[in-house]
């Protein structure tokens, strides 16, 4: 029951993801007559132009039927704007992607800056930039339109990886390939899981379930509900509605048989294959029911057994998490089919093993193909010093350059005497 419940809470998540349709309709030349009678106003000058200094969102108009265009202006910084209430003004646009409309000490409110973290990492960076502390493989933090990090990181010849609002990393790497990597990697479905471990996890006892993502945390393009399976937007998640066969149920055919099908993103094809019904899982997912399976059946037979330290854990793509236990309790850091990556490991009631997270493990594999991969520590954590090409730099948890290349290693603020092990 405590599984199909947390189930239910998911797919009305899901369903939620899906567009709402509108089936009000206005007749056929109704704009035309209303343009000729009413008239439009002319829409400010901010959406046609569009350059440094008028920017503007083209919006459905508040007309009858939307006839006519409506352009909303996004201000810049320092720009006259209203807080709203009585005698503060009002204005026709608001305050554009990173600004916040804020009274001044001299009277009058103007959009300003966001104070966020990102925000601050931002001038962090700049400032060290102007006084040549920056690295060669160190990026300016990006952020969003609200002032937190945008949906990924790169970190310069190597991998792009998913991030959340507050920079943490998350599910979901590529390796880095320039503009194309950021142009294609949006994270929508590596957020959503993060969100749900926030919001719904911390309150069940049994793992919930998501979306399915691939590999560069975007939406898997086929979801499923119990046994009814959907081609959705891979950005935004939404269940399409277009030409071809959209939405199949597993009683009755294969997963293939979807026009949204990908061979290449099907993990597990010998999953789908054999007799109806049909199923769209992975190993992982199977042994998870199973251990559920099992604890409550334990339950309703009056059995109290402690099975949750063995749910296995799995990511949003249905694989293994990429951290395991073996039976004499070392933990492994292992690949998505559950097989450990150039023998990481960490034994037990050390401190590599309490600090143990596999994220440069994971960059290797990403990166198999590389001669200039990163180092590993012995449990499969990034060294704090990196070097190439005769540079060496200090990096974080996670791999990104923290502070300016030097040749002598020596210099480094991370600098230890035993730092080549870890």
């Known amino acids: 029951m405590a599984f199909n419940l947390c189930y239910f809470i998911v797919c009305i998540l899901f369903y939620f993801i899906d567009r709402v349709n509108c089936d009000i309709l206005c007749e056929a030349g109704f704009c035309s007559s209303y343009r000729d009678e009413v008239g439009c106003i002319s829409p400010v000058v901010n959406c046609r132009a569009n350059n440094a200094t008028h920017k503007g969102i083209w919006l459905p108009s508040p007309t009858l039927c939307n006839c006519c265009e409506y352009c909303l202006p996004l201000y810049g910084e320092n720009h006259h704007c209203s807080l709203g209430g009585p005698g503060t003004g009002t204005t026709v646009g608001r305050c554009g992607d990173g600004l916040t409309c804020e009274a001044a000490s001299s009277g009058g409110s103007f959009c300003t800056?966001?104070?966020?973290e990102c925000h601050r990492a931002q001038d962090d960076y700049d400032d060290r930039y102007t006084r040549g502390e920056t690295g060669v493989l160190e990026e300016r933090p990006n952020c969003d339109g609200k002032g937190n990090y945008s949906t990924f990181s790169c970190i310069p010849t190597q991998t792009c990886f998913c991030q959340s609002e507050a920079g943490e990393r998350l599910f979901g790497e590529v390796l880095y390939l320039g503009t194309h990597t950021k142009q294609n990697m949006h994270c929508g479905c590596s957020r959503f899981h993060e969100r749900m471990r926030r919001s719904i996890s911390p309150g069940v006892?049994?793992?919930v379930i998501g979306p399915r993502c691939t590999s560069d945390g975007n939406f898997n393009p086929i979801q499923c509900v119990n046994n009814m399976c959907y081609c959705v937007d891979t950005i935004t998640g939404?269940?399409?509605?277009g030409h071809g066969k959209m939405k199949i149920d597993l009683n009755e055919e294969p997963i293939a048989n979807l026009t949204c099908y990908n061979r290449n993103l099907d993990l597990f094809p010998e999953q789908s294959t054999g007799e109806p019904p049909y199923n769209y899982t992975t190993p992982c997912f199977n042994k998870m029911?199973?251990?559920?399976?099992?604890?409550?059946?334990?339950?309703?037979?009056g059995y109290n057994m402690d099975y949750f330290n063995t749910i296995p854990e799995c990511l949003p793509?249905?694989?293994?998490g990429r951290i395991a236990r073996t039976r004499n309790g070392t933990k492994i850091c292992v690949d998505d089919r559950g097989h450990q990556i150039d023998g990481y490991e960490a034994l037990p009631y050390t401190p590599e093993y309490n600090?143990?997270?596999c994220k440069c493990a994971e960059t290797s594999l990403?990166?198999?193909k590389s001669t200039e991969k990163p180092v590993c520590c012995k449990n499969g954590n990034f060294r704090r010093i990196q070097c190439r090409r005769g540079l060496c730099?200090?990096?974080?948890?996670?791999?990104?350059?923290d502070g300016p290349d030097a040749a002598d290693v020596t210099t480094l603020k991370c600098y230890t005497s035993d730092w080549r092990d870890c």
């Open 113 to 116: 800056r966001m104070d966020t």
């Open 205 to 207: 006892r049994l793992p």
């Open 238 to 241: 939404e269940i399409l509605h």
């Open 289 to 301: 029911n199973e251990t559920i399976n099992l604890i409550l059946k334990s339950e309703k037979d």
């Open 317 to 320: 793509d249905g694989t293994y």
């Open 355 to 357: 600090s143990m997270n």
């Open 366 to 368: 990403v990166m198999s």
């Open 393 to 401: 730099r200090c990096v974080d948890s996670d791999g990104r350059q």
